[in-house]
Protein backbone atom coordinates (compact mmCIF):
# COMPACT_ATOMS: atom_id res chain seq x y z
CA UNK A 1 0.00 0.00 0.00
CA UNK A 2 1.04 3.72 -0.34
CA UNK A 3 -0.27 7.49 -0.78
CA UNK A 4 -1.09 8.04 -4.55
CA UNK A 5 -0.87 11.63 -5.63
CA UNK A 6 -2.02 13.10 -8.76
CA UNK A 7 0.11 16.32 -10.93
CA UNK A 8 -2.14 19.38 -10.19
CA UNK A 9 -5.96 19.03 -10.57
CA UNK A 10 -6.27 19.24 -14.09
CA UNK A 11 -7.08 16.79 -16.00
CA UNK A 12 -5.36 17.21 -18.94
CA UNK A 13 -2.37 16.43 -17.63
CA UNK A 14 -2.56 12.79 -16.02
CA UNK A 15 0.58 11.98 -14.07
CA UNK A 16 0.52 10.26 -10.68
CA UNK A 17 3.08 9.50 -8.25
CA UNK A 18 2.47 6.50 -5.68
CA UNK A 19 4.83 6.81 -2.86
CA UNK A 20 5.81 3.66 -1.01
CA UNK A 21 7.60 2.25 2.04
CA UNK A 22 8.86 5.88 3.18
CA UNK A 23 8.81 6.20 6.90
CA UNK A 24 8.46 10.29 6.83
CA UNK A 25 5.81 10.95 4.79
CA UNK A 26 5.37 14.13 5.85
CA UNK A 27 8.61 15.64 4.37
CA UNK A 28 7.63 13.51 1.03
CA UNK A 29 4.18 15.23 1.01
CA UNK A 30 5.96 18.89 1.57
CA UNK A 31 8.76 18.27 -1.49
CA UNK A 32 5.86 16.85 -3.68
CA UNK A 33 3.47 19.65 -3.18
CA UNK A 34 5.89 22.11 -4.16
CA UNK A 35 6.16 20.14 -7.11
CA UNK A 36 2.53 20.27 -7.96
CA UNK A 37 1.55 16.90 -6.61
CA UNK A 38 -1.60 16.84 -4.95
CA UNK A 39 -3.22 13.68 -3.06
CA UNK A 40 -5.55 11.47 -5.30
CA UNK A 41 -9.08 11.56 -4.70
CA UNK A 42 -10.41 8.89 -6.93
CA UNK A 43 -9.71 5.06 -6.38
CA UNK A 44 -6.82 3.03 -7.10
CA UNK A 45 -9.12 0.39 -8.55
CA UNK A 46 -10.36 3.68 -11.57
CA UNK A 47 -6.62 4.56 -11.82
CA UNK A 48 -5.70 0.91 -12.86
CA UNK A 49 -8.44 1.01 -15.14
CA UNK A 50 -6.80 3.92 -16.95
CA UNK A 51 -3.17 2.13 -17.23
CA UNK A 52 -4.91 -0.95 -18.64
CA UNK A 53 -6.86 1.18 -20.81
CA UNK A 54 -4.61 1.02 -24.26
CA UNK A 55 -6.80 4.45 -25.71
CA UNK A 56 -5.65 6.52 -22.28
CA UNK A 57 -2.23 8.13 -22.41
CA UNK A 58 -0.87 8.61 -18.89
CA UNK A 59 2.38 8.48 -16.76
CA UNK A 60 2.00 6.19 -13.31
CA UNK A 61 5.28 6.86 -10.83
CA UNK A 62 6.01 4.29 -8.22
CA UNK A 63 8.49 5.98 -5.89
CA UNK A 64 9.95 3.91 -3.34
CA UNK A 65 12.81 2.79 -1.21
CA UNK A 66 15.75 1.43 -3.44
CA UNK A 67 16.55 -2.27 -2.33
CA UNK A 68 19.90 -3.08 -1.08
CA UNK A 69 20.76 -3.76 -4.83
CA UNK A 70 19.18 -0.60 -6.28
CA UNK A 71 20.94 1.39 -3.40
CA UNK A 72 24.30 0.04 -4.14
CA UNK A 73 24.21 1.20 -7.53
CA UNK A 74 22.74 4.47 -6.79
CA UNK A 75 25.64 5.12 -4.84
CA UNK A 76 28.57 3.78 -6.51
CA UNK A 77 31.20 5.59 -8.78
CA UNK A 78 30.56 5.80 -12.19
CA UNK A 79 32.90 7.57 -14.82
CA UNK A 80 29.60 9.55 -15.60
CA UNK A 81 30.01 11.57 -12.39
CA UNK A 82 33.10 13.39 -13.43
CA UNK A 83 30.16 15.33 -16.02
CA UNK A 84 27.82 16.10 -12.20
CA UNK A 85 25.74 14.09 -10.46
CA UNK A 86 23.20 13.38 -13.18
CA UNK A 87 23.26 10.90 -15.86
CA UNK A 88 21.11 9.20 -18.53
CA UNK A 89 21.87 5.52 -20.10
CA UNK A 90 20.58 3.36 -22.24
CA UNK A 91 18.80 -0.19 -20.90
CA UNK A 92 17.22 -1.72 -23.86
CA UNK A 93 13.88 -0.34 -24.55
CA UNK A 94 14.27 1.78 -21.50
CA UNK A 95 16.42 4.23 -20.15
CA UNK A 96 17.75 4.96 -16.96
CA UNK A 97 18.24 8.15 -15.05
CA UNK A 98 20.66 8.52 -12.24
CA UNK A 99 20.93 11.09 -9.94
CA UNK A 100 24.21 9.85 -7.87
CA UNK A 101 23.85 8.78 -3.80
CA UNK A 102 20.18 9.83 -3.99
CA UNK A 103 17.94 7.88 -6.86
CA UNK A 104 17.42 5.88 -9.47
CA UNK A 105 14.34 6.50 -12.37
CA UNK A 106 13.40 3.00 -14.79
CA UNK A 107 11.87 5.12 -17.45
CA UNK A 108 10.55 4.64 -21.13
CA UNK A 109 8.29 6.95 -23.12
CA UNK A 110 6.48 4.18 -24.26
CA UNK A 111 5.63 2.96 -20.83
CA UNK A 112 2.96 4.13 -18.65
CA UNK A 113 4.12 2.83 -15.49
CA UNK A 114 7.81 3.91 -14.82
CA UNK A 115 9.75 2.93 -11.00
CA UNK A 116 11.99 5.78 -9.06
CA UNK A 117 14.21 4.22 -6.39
CA UNK A 118 15.55 6.46 -3.83
CA UNK A 119 17.45 6.23 -0.68
CA UNK A 120 16.41 6.44 2.69
CA UNK A 121 17.19 10.43 2.98
CA UNK A 122 16.13 11.69 -0.51
CA UNK A 123 12.63 13.40 1.33
CA UNK A 124 15.30 14.89 3.72
CA UNK A 125 14.87 18.52 4.75
CA UNK A 126 18.61 18.77 3.73
CA UNK A 127 18.09 17.39 0.20
CA UNK A 128 14.82 19.22 -0.86
CA UNK A 129 16.21 20.76 -3.83
CA UNK A 130 17.99 17.70 -5.06
CA UNK A 131 14.76 15.89 -4.81
CA UNK A 132 12.72 18.95 -6.69
CA UNK A 133 15.50 18.25 -9.57
CA UNK A 134 14.91 14.60 -9.69
CA UNK A 135 10.71 15.22 -9.93
CA UNK A 136 10.73 17.91 -11.89
CA UNK A 137 13.09 15.82 -14.51
CA UNK A 138 10.31 13.25 -14.26
CA UNK A 139 7.97 15.66 -15.16
CA UNK A 140 9.85 17.28 -18.25
CA UNK A 141 9.58 13.58 -19.78
CA UNK A 142 6.13 12.68 -18.80
CA UNK A 143 4.69 16.84 -20.49
CA UNK A 144 7.18 16.60 -23.46
CA UNK A 145 5.02 14.39 -25.74
CA UNK A 146 1.81 16.47 -24.39
CA UNK A 147 4.39 19.51 -25.92
CA UNK A 148 4.58 21.28 -23.09
CA UNK A 149 8.50 22.15 -21.41
CA UNK A 150 9.51 23.11 -18.24
CA UNK A 151 12.07 25.56 -17.16
CA UNK A 152 13.90 26.16 -13.68
CA UNK A 153 12.83 29.38 -11.98
CA UNK A 154 9.73 31.15 -10.30
CA UNK A 155 6.49 32.90 -11.57
CA UNK A 156 5.98 36.42 -11.34
CA UNK A 157 2.85 38.97 -12.56
CA UNK A 158 3.98 39.18 -15.63
CA UNK A 159 6.10 36.74 -16.49
CA UNK A 160 8.47 33.70 -15.40
CA UNK A 161 11.97 34.64 -14.20
CA UNK A 162 14.43 31.90 -15.65
CA UNK A 163 17.30 30.66 -13.71
CA UNK A 164 19.12 27.16 -13.33
CA UNK A 165 18.47 24.16 -11.34
CA UNK A 166 20.56 25.41 -8.35
CA UNK A 167 19.57 28.91 -8.21
CA UNK A 168 16.12 28.18 -8.45
CA UNK A 169 16.32 25.59 -5.69
CA UNK A 170 15.01 22.99 -8.12
CA UNK A 171 11.68 24.14 -8.44
CA UNK A 172 10.14 24.49 -12.22
CA UNK A 173 7.37 25.68 -14.08
CA UNK A 174 5.69 24.79 -16.93
CA UNK A 175 4.56 26.17 -20.15
CA UNK A 176 1.75 24.76 -22.32
CA UNK A 177 2.12 26.53 -25.59
CA UNK A 178 -1.44 24.93 -26.76
CA UNK A 179 -3.44 26.43 -23.91
CA UNK A 180 -1.27 29.20 -23.17
CA UNK A 181 -0.55 28.44 -19.90
CA UNK A 182 1.90 28.00 -16.86
CA UNK A 183 1.76 25.07 -14.69
CA UNK A 184 3.30 25.85 -11.37
CA UNK A 185 3.24 24.46 -7.73
CA UNK A 186 0.18 26.81 -6.94
CA UNK A 187 -1.92 25.89 -9.78
CA UNK A 188 -1.86 27.40 -13.08
CA UNK A 189 -1.25 30.91 -14.48
CA UNK A 190 -2.42 32.12 -18.51
CA UNK A 191 -0.16 33.48 -20.32
CA UNK A 192 -1.27 37.06 -20.99
CA UNK A 193 -0.03 39.77 -23.51
CA UNK A 194 2.39 41.20 -20.93
CA UNK A 195 3.86 37.89 -20.56
CA UNK A 196 7.63 37.95 -20.08
CA UNK A 197 10.82 35.17 -20.06
CA UNK A 198 13.12 37.24 -17.59
CA UNK A 199 16.55 36.81 -17.74
CA UNK A 200 18.02 38.26 -14.69
CA UNK A 201 21.46 39.67 -15.04
CA UNK A 202 23.85 40.89 -12.05
CA UNK A 203 25.60 42.79 -14.12
CA UNK A 204 22.91 44.97 -15.52
CA UNK A 205 21.67 48.58 -14.26
CA UNK A 206 18.47 50.77 -14.23
CA UNK A 207 17.42 48.72 -17.33
CA UNK A 208 16.41 45.87 -19.56
CA UNK A 209 16.54 44.54 -23.18
CA UNK A 210 14.88 42.79 -24.86
CA UNK A 211 16.19 39.50 -26.59
CA UNK A 212 15.90 38.11 -30.20
CA UNK A 213 14.26 35.64 -31.16
CA UNK A 214 17.09 33.50 -31.42
CA UNK A 215 18.95 34.55 -28.26
CA UNK A 216 15.99 33.85 -26.40
CA UNK A 217 15.62 30.47 -28.20
CA UNK A 218 19.47 29.81 -26.83
CA UNK A 219 18.64 30.39 -23.44
CA UNK A 220 15.58 28.62 -23.40
CA UNK A 221 17.36 25.50 -24.51
CA UNK A 222 19.91 25.91 -21.89
CA UNK A 223 17.75 26.41 -19.11
CA UNK A 224 14.96 23.73 -19.94
CA UNK A 225 14.56 20.97 -17.07
CA UNK A 226 14.32 18.55 -19.85
CA UNK A 227 17.29 16.58 -20.68
CA UNK A 228 18.52 13.58 -22.37
CA UNK A 229 22.02 11.83 -23.43
CA UNK A 230 21.18 12.64 -26.82
CA UNK A 231 20.40 16.20 -26.13
CA UNK A 232 16.87 17.76 -26.66
CA UNK A 233 14.46 15.86 -28.61
CA UNK A 234 13.48 17.40 -32.22
CA UNK A 235 10.01 17.90 -30.67
CA UNK A 236 11.56 20.01 -27.59
CA UNK A 237 13.42 21.77 -29.91
CA UNK A 238 10.58 22.88 -32.13
CA UNK A 239 8.19 23.42 -29.23
CA UNK A 240 11.07 26.26 -27.75
CA UNK A 241 11.69 27.62 -31.73
CA UNK A 242 7.67 28.30 -31.68
CA UNK A 243 7.96 29.87 -27.99
CA UNK A 244 10.88 32.14 -28.75
CA UNK A 245 8.81 33.01 -31.82
CA UNK A 246 5.56 34.15 -29.84
CA UNK A 247 6.90 34.67 -27.06
CA UNK A 248 8.80 37.43 -25.10
CA UNK A 249 12.28 37.68 -23.45
CA UNK A 250 13.85 40.32 -21.27
CA UNK A 251 16.96 40.61 -19.78
CA UNK A 252 16.69 42.54 -15.92
CA UNK A 253 18.61 43.58 -13.52
CA UNK A 254 19.32 40.47 -10.65
CA UNK A 255 19.24 43.32 -7.85
CA UNK A 256 15.72 44.40 -8.92
CA UNK A 257 14.61 41.26 -7.84
CA UNK A 258 17.42 41.13 -4.63
CA UNK A 259 15.44 44.64 -3.44
CA UNK A 260 11.60 43.44 -4.37
CA UNK A 261 12.52 40.00 -2.09
CA UNK A 262 14.01 42.16 0.91
CA UNK A 263 10.92 44.03 0.61
CA UNK A 264 8.92 40.89 1.11
CA UNK A 265 10.94 39.74 3.80
CA UNK A 266 10.59 42.92 5.71
CA UNK A 267 6.78 43.38 5.23
CA UNK A 268 5.98 39.46 6.92
CA UNK A 269 8.31 40.17 9.34
CA UNK A 270 6.15 43.69 10.94
Not at 95 to 110: D, N, Q, V
Request: net charge positive.
Amino acid sequence: MGSVYKFTQSEKYPIYLKLEDFEDEKLAKDILFSCGFIPFQGKEEDLQKLLDNPKESCKYIKLKAASFKIAAQIGSTSSVDQYGAESISPRGSFKIYRYAGMSMLIYASTSKEWELAAMPHFFAESNAAIARVVINRILSWALAPMGIVGFWGEVIKDGLVIRNAREAHGEACFVDLRRMMIIHAQGESPIKSSFNFVRPDRTLKDRMITMRAEELFSFLCSKTTYFDFQGLSVAVRQILQQMSRVLIGIVYPEEKFISARSQETRAAQQ
